[in-house]
């Protein structure tokens, strides 16, 4: 079989079992889509006073919390356990076994509403190691050294969300929100490695052109983006934190440039990534102004959290989706909505409170709405193609 999303072909068993255990991209994916219709407008109206409930976390901390360990890590484990299939010729949970994930996965979402505090982070604590185990022996056993650094930064983000438990329950003395802080860190430095893959192969394979890395460039930009999004966490030195952060968005900046961005404009399946990274250098940018004193922190995450990790996603999503269902790599005028207004949401959630901090309400449920019609959109036209078959026959 012929794997379009990473250029590269293997043996296809013949496909069995119920088609949307087949691969992890198919439960996890429709699981972040509905959790991203219905988190952000509820934390909206919770924030804004027009609901009166309280979630089992302070509800700033869950907001923040279930969009990073909730929302984001479900793409990410959907998009890694089935890239993982290609990229190791072994198999990867499916069945039973892709079952019992989604619905631990599923289990901690619906806690974090309703169950004690201890029941919710045990089940939010089980998914993540187990996935990153998982993920780490596929690696190791097809030796397939150069993706060892996404396990280890999975297993990673279980640490930071067992210290994010920990703070929240008073049981270590550190802030919450810096463990969040550090959970968007390593999730940005995620999207910094495989979009400085999959965003210049995407894009050459669209244009029929070839697009060489610039060794000393890759690596330094994301070396200045680790060391940046360190110094921020945890606090030390603003101006060394500013210094480096700023480096990192240039440094990103310029490598994103040498991948023709502005010749993908009339392919959207390619542009929502190349202007989702733009939201990644801008986001860095931010940070950098926010440990000056000039804006404040919220709209440097914002930036990271909506614009790029937001914008990928959807990017990634209804990219891989189509390409694991046999279906043409170009998007329709629906498709294309849901990108715009993934995009529109960063902005009004970022650039319209900066600039007219009156209307910060407005931005707000703006931006909720805009982000909530990106993903019920997604869910609209992907949720019978990820519960049924492939429409080619094949496995997966």
């Known amino acids: ?17 119920m088609p949307w255990l087949r691969l992890a991209f198919r439960p996890f994916y429709l699981g972040a889509a509905l959790l991203g219709t219905l988190i952000v407008p509820l934390w ?58 989604i619905l631990l996965w599923l289990s901690a979402r619906v806690a974090s509403l309703v169950a004690p505090y201890a029941v919710f982070a045990v ?37 930071v969300n067992l210290t994010f438990h920990l703070s929240a329950t008073g049981t270590i003395d550190l802030a919450p929100m810096n463990s969040l802080y550090a959970g968007l860190g390593f999730i940005v430095m995620i999207e910094c490695v495989m979009a400085g893959r999959v965003v210049p192969f995407f894009t050459a394979t669209a244009l029929g052109i070839k697009i060489e890395p610039i060794v000393w460039l ?18 030390w030195h603003s101006g060394l934190a500013a210094a480096a952060l700023a480096l990192a968005s240039a440094l990103n900046l310029s490598r994103q440039l040498r991948w023709k961005p502005l010749a993908t404009l009339s ?15 801008l986001g860095l940018a931010m940070l950098a102004m926010a440990q000056i004193g000039w804006i404040t922190t919220s709209l440097g995450v914002h930036a990271l959290a909506v614009g790029a990790t937001g914008g990928l996603i959807i990017g990634m999503m209804t990219r891989t989706s189509r390409g694991h269902t046999g279906r043409p790599l170009q998007v329709d005028a629906l498709e294309t909505a849901a990108y715009l207004l993934v995009m529109l949401a960063a902005v009004l959630r970022v650039l319209l409170p900066m600039l007219m901090p009156a209307w910060y309400s407005y931005a707000l449920m ?18 019978p193609w990820l519960l049924l078959a492939r429409r080619d026959g094949k496995d997966g």
């Open 1 to 17: 079989m012929s794997l379009p999303i990473f250029g590269q072909t293997q043996a296809t068993p013949a496909p069995y079992g």
């Open 44 to 101: 909206v109206a919770v924030f804004l006073g027009a609901i009166s409930w309280a979630p089992t976390p302070p509800a700033l901390l869950w907001h923040a919390h279930e969009m990073l360990f909730g929302f984001a890590i479900a793409v990410i484990v959907g998009f890694l356990m089935t890239a993982g299939k290609t990229w190791t010729g072994l198999a990867t949970p499916r069945g039973p076994a892709l079952g019992f994930l």
């Open 123 to 159: 089940l939010d604590l089980a998914l993540l190691p187990i996935v990153g185990l998982i993920f780490l022996r596929l690696l190791m056993r097809s030796k397939n050294w150069r993706n060892v650094p996404l396990a280890l930064i999975l297993l990673l983000l279980s640490l």
């Open 218 to 235: 890759e690596r330094s930009a994301l070396a200045a983006t680790a060391v940046g999004l360190v110094l921020w966490v945890a606090g």
């Open 267 to 281: 392919r959207p399946i390619v542009w929502i990534l190349h202007f989702s990274y733009l939201w990644l250098s």
């Open 366 to 383: 703006a931006s909720a709405s805009a982000w909530s019609a990106a993903f019920l959109i997604f869910m609209w036209r992907y949720t």
